[in-house]
């Protein structure tokens, strides 16, 4: 009897860890189906399928944070909001949720949350990582923006009727400029969530309309160069989940190609290819040696 119930007590625990392991199997195959429909653009069966992968793997941040993605670009604000603090709850140093928050609370006009999300961003990240330095360029617009009103505010609450109508009369005098920043903007971030639902070619649209009417616009210009890139690496990046290695394979496909060009004697074009390769890994010695031979020949 003795014998029996050791064998039952050794089995058990090896039981419980073969149905996790099944589980996570399962919910690895929904979360690549979403991919797939997201990528396709049925938004609605990829939130349907990456769900699924959530009652397998609740505690998976870049699962969440993907359902959080494609929520938002389905207009279900609250629940990607939810899923966003979920992503950070599993992981604190699920980067990209912290962005998306920051986006997130912009949108809804909430610029204190908004900036709190982008700093802690900025925090957490490598400085030398692009998307860090997109985000102290998010948190410095979003402070700045956030101070404007403020002081708006209160010229508003001190001044009176008087000096009030004719502090607008004033503000009249230039409309076009200030509706043509409030464009640039809206189309900013509009190419933003697209870019991060990974629709890169409404994406590229909406940063090129940002550029006609700001076109000292850097971070546009910045997400414009990325998006582009995207565009051209799509398809070898069907199978590449995080953002790190598609970075990765992005940088080194425009460093194979600026080798090639540089090769064949395409100095100019060779060069162009290593920038783009240094705008995803830019410590990378071996894509900064070759820039440096290209600009010697």
């Known amino acids: 009897m003795f014998k029996v119930f050791l064998c039952i007590f050794i089995f058990l625990p090896s039981l419980a860890l073969a149905s996790q392991s099944l589980d996570r199997q399962v919910a690895h195959e929904y979360q690549a189906k979403g991919y797939e429909a997201q990528m396709r653009g049925d938004l609605a069966q990829a939130l349907f399928l990456y769900e699924r992968a959530e009652v397998l793997i609740p505690d998976d941040a870049a699962l969440l944070n993907d359902i959080g993605l494609v929520a938002e670009a389905l207009g279900k604000i609250d629940e990607a909001?939810?899923?966003?603090?979920?992503?950070?709850?599993?992981?604190?140093?699920?980067?990209?949720?912290?962005?998306?928050?920051?986006?997130?609370?912009?949108?809804?006009?909430?610029?204190?949350?908004?900036?709190?999300?982008?700093?802690?961003?900025?925090?957490?990240?490598?400085?030398?990582?692009?998307?860090?330095?997109?985000?102290?360029?998010?948190?410095?617009?979003?402070?700045?923006?956030?101070?404007?009103?403020?002081?708006?505010?209160?010229a508003v609450d001190k001044e009176s009727l008087e000096n009030a109508m004719i502090l607008r009369a004033k503000e009249k005098v230039v409309?076009?400029?200030?509706?043509?920043?409030?464009?640039?903007?809206?189309?900013?971030?509009?190419?933003?969530?697209?870019?991060?639902?990974?629709?890169?070619?409404?994406?590229?649209k909406s940063f090129e309309m940002c550029l006609e009417v700001s076109r000292g616009h850097k971070a546009a210009m910045h997400m414009l160069q990325r998006t582009k890139a995207m565009q051209k690496i799509r398809p070898v990046l069907k199978d590449v989940r995080s953002s790190a290695d598609q970075d990765?394979?992005?940088?080194?496909?425009?460093?194979?190609?600026?080798?090639?060009?540089?090769?064949?004697?395409?100095?100019?074009?060779?060069?162009?290819?290593?920038?783009?390769?240094?705008?995803?890994?830019?410590?990378?010695?071996?894509?900064?040696?070759?820039?440096?031979?290209?600009?010697?020949?």
Do not use: W
């Open 81 to 154: 909001e939810e899923h966003y603090l979920k992503a950070l709850a599993a992981d604190f140093k699920c980067l990209p949720a912290y962005s998306n928050l920051g986006y997130l609370y912009e949108n809804k006009q909430n610029f204190e949350l908004a900036g709190q999300y982008f700093e802690k961003r900025v925090k957490f990240g490598n400085v030398h990582d692009p998307r860090t330095l997109q985000a102290q360029a998010d948190l410095d617009r979003i402070t700045k923006f956030s101070r404007t009103l403020i002081k708006k505010k209160k």
């Open 175 to 204: 409309p076009s400029l200030r509706e043509s920043v409030v464009n640039a903007e809206v189309d900013y971030q509009r190419g933003m969530d697209l870019f991060q639902a990974r629709r890169y070619d409404a994406a590229r």
């Open 248 to 297: 990765h394979v992005i940088a080194m496909t425009e460093y194979d190609k600026g080798l090639r060009l540089l090769h064949d004697g395409y100095r100019d074009e060779a060069l162009k290819a290593f920038d783009r390769a240094l705008l995803f890994v830019p410590s990378d010695p071996d894509v900064k040696a070759a820039r440096q031979k290209a600009l010697e020949k």
